[in-house]
Nanobody, 121 residues
């Protein structure tokens, strides 16, 4: 089995910063994409930022220039540095990973339990 464990959420004032981290553990052969999604109350879950195994990144338009995603392949971790936070960034943030458990297996999707980020105005 695979576990994704997030940390780093919390309450911050508008304009502040938070850093989210996610560590993958368990039966892992190779991690493909790692990403952060978020879901605000009454809204659909949306992609915030993603990073491939070779470091290519993409960001949701509203976070470009404010958020930075990075990963450590040796430690199976992904980090989301969030700066200049806005109240509209308030949501539950979920870590996501597509990974292969064995050399011969296809990629499977895994999710963390979510961490709350609240930005006050």
């Amino acid at each position: 089995q695979v576990q994704l464990v997030e940390s780093g959420g919390g309450l911050v004032q508008a304009g502040g910063s938070l850093r989210l981290s996610c560590a993958a553990s368990g039966s892992i052969f190779l991690i493909n994409t790692m990403a952060w999604y978020r879901q605000a109350p009454g809204k659909q879950r949306e992609l915030v930022a993603a990073i491939t195994g070779v470091g290519s990144t993409n960001y949701e338009d509203s976070v470009k220039g404010r958020f930075t995603i990075s990963r450590d392949n040796a430690k199976n971790t992904v980090t989301l540095q969030m700066n200049s936070l806005k109240p509209e960034d308030t949501a539950v943030y979920y870590c996501y990973s597509n990974l292969r458990n064995r050399p011969w297996s296809t990629g499977y999707d895994y999710w963390g339990q979510g961490t709350q980020v609240t930005v006050s105005s």
